[in-house]
């Protein structure tokens, strides 16, 4: 089996985009909160992996990610 980055990449892209657009559950008070935050997490989480840049060294995959500081 192969591994490719690039389509590794792509796929967190689209789980982000499907993040943003996904339908908010009929929830509401705390529980709407909870999906709420957890949407934003799960977001910035797919975001940092397919903006990341990535090099192999040693047998290992490294993805880089410049933080705003």
């Known amino acids: 089996m192969s591994f490719n980055v690039e389509e590794f990449k792509k796929r967190f892209k689209e ?21 709420m935050k957890q949407a934003e997490l799960d977001f910035q989480d797919y975001m940092i992996i397919s903006d990341s840049t990535f090099e192999v060294t040693d047998e290992f995959l490294i993805f880089k990610y410049k933080l705003d500081t």
Do not use: H, T
């Open 15 to 35: 789980r982000a985009e499907a993040v943003k657009d996904r339908p908010m559950p009929p929830v509401g008070g705390d529980e709407r909160m909870l999906f």
